[in-house]
């Protein structure tokens, strides 16, 4: 299938042609014709696999063909967890809208608002933003989303989450009842799937199953180490292996700046980028660490949402996550769009219960490898760690998935993949 015959227009296809796409990816190909068609849809696909595309290209196609008024008011409405998240799909709004006459802006806390009031003063057809600040503006008077034609809800599950819920609820009654709502997340649990039925009007489904991934993909190892010897083995990883551009997750904001003061005492450039960092300090960090000036970021999942790093080679979870589900977004940083790259954890003892969760959700016995010297003391204690970053302990067990016998992760539609992966999301958080 090429992007001529979804019916896309000439201005797109040309803004397409320059990225240099010249297939729809498998997401693409599904949910473009029911977005076209003015159809709700609920699509799970996973990062990586060009669902920004899949929605934000039929959104401009509809938006430039219906587009008569001269005072623009806000048409469609595009909202994501993450200040990172929605500065990058907004910088792939403009890169598709190139050739249309459409304006799109982006708007999130942590900044100055006036300069986004100057923009949203000026009219605007798209807006990206964080809920938090929309919630924000809107109280003040500043907004109005009476005109909204199309929500998209990025990485719907999170936002339908205990985190989010509220927020959105309050954006949906401000909102005009009849719209074109698509949802779009990697893994949909039962209790959020309910809740999205509440908002979407006889929904088309649409899915891009993972195929089988031999070569492009995302190798994945366990190192076991003992916990106080985490930060030496990974500066080792770093120094002796050379590499130049990695990508660290930690579970606390204070293990995330304590690591990285280590590595920049090693020698490493390095930056942390969490929740409690200005937006100034997140963007220049994420900015330096995409142009080659730094060699480690260190983050909490904050990072592990939706971001975009082209050929990230590597992912080091530095400490495993205590939600499963957050493994499967932190390693889709790497191996994205055809690439391939590689995915560490650095596994202590006490994280035995979340390294067994992770395994069961990805339906894959992880590969253990030992790094000599660094092994853990085997009668070290196997007992669960504190819960970190403040979210509730999972009190459901996920569905016992499918084994699959390949060590490889699925989250790339561009190269060939494995078969399905289990996305049944824990229940609770
Ligand atoms: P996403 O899942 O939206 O974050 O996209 C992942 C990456 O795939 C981004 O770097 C996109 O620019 C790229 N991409 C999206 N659609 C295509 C396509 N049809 N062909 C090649 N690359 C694509």
New binding site residues.
């Given amino acids: 299938m090429s992007?001529n015959s979804l019916g896309l227009s000439d201005a797109l296809l040309k803004a397409?042609s320059k990225?240099?796409?010249?297939?729809?990816?498998p997401?693409?190909q599904k949910a473009i014709p029911p977005i076209l068609e003015g159809k709700d849809v609920l699509a799970s696909?996973?990062?990586?696999?060009?669902?920004?595309?899949?929605f934000t290209l039929p959104i401009l196609q509809i938006l430039s063909v219906g587009q008569h008024l001269s005072r623009r008011p806000i048409r469609a409405l595009i909202l994501t967890p993450t200040r990172e998240l929605a500065a990058?799909i907004l910088a792939?709004i403009k890169e598709y809208s190139e050739f249309l006459d459409l304006r799109s802006t982006v708007i999130f806390g942590g900044v100055n608002q006036n300069p986004q009031v100057t923009q949203l003063r000026q009219g605007i057809d798209i807006l990206v933003a964080t809920p938090g600040r929309l919630i924000d503006l809107q109280n003040q008077g500043l907004i109005s989303l009476a005109k909204v034609e199309i929500l998209v809800l990025d990485e719907a599950d999170r936002m339908l989450d205990m985190g989010f819920l509220r927020d959105i609820e309050r954006i949906l009654k401000v909102l005009p009842s009849k719209r074109q709502n698509l949802l779009f997340s990697a893994t949909f649990s039962k209790d959020i799937k309910k809740l999205a039925m509440g908002i979407l009007h006889n929904p088309v489904h649409v899915e891009a199953t993972p195929e089988n991934t031999t070569v492009d993909a995302i190798i994945q190892k366990v190192y076991p180490v003992a916990k106080e010897k985490k930060t030496e083995l990974i500066i080792k990883l770093i120094t002796e292996g050379n590499w130049k551009q990695i990508l660290v997750f930690t579970r606390t904001k204070q293990g995330a700046n304590k690591l990285t003061e280590s590595m920049i005492s090693a020698g490493i450039k390095a930056a942390a980028i969490h929740g409690n960092k200005g937006q100034g300090a997140r963007t220049k960090a994420l900015a330096g660490f995409k142009d080659g000036s730094l060699t480690a970021l260190v983050a909490t999942d904050i990072a592990a949402r939706?971001?975009?790093i082209?050929l990230l080679p590597h992912v080091v979870n530095f400490e495993l996550p205590n939600i499963p589900e957050d493994y499967v977004h932190r390693i889709g940083r790497t191996g994205?769009?055809?690439a391939s790259g590689e995915a560490i954890s650095l596994f202590s003892p006490d994280e035995t219960v979340f390294l067994h969760d992770i395994e069961k959700l990805v339906g894959l016995k992880l590969p253990i490898e030992n790094i000599k010297g660094f092994e853990p003391d085997p009668n070290a204690s196997k007992e669960p760690i504190k819960q970190g970053q403040g979210r509730q302990q999972r009190n459901s067990t996920p569905k016992k998935p499918k084994t699959d016998t390949t060590n490889r992760s699925s989250n790339n539609s561009?190269g060939p993949r494995r078969p399905s992966q289990n996305n049944d999301r824990r229940s609770n958080r």
């Fill in positions: 992007f397409i990225k240099g796409y010249t297939t729809p990816s997401i693409q696909a996973q990062t990586g696999t060009g669902k920004t595309a899949g990058q792939n939706g971001l975009d082209p994205r769009a055809g561009f």
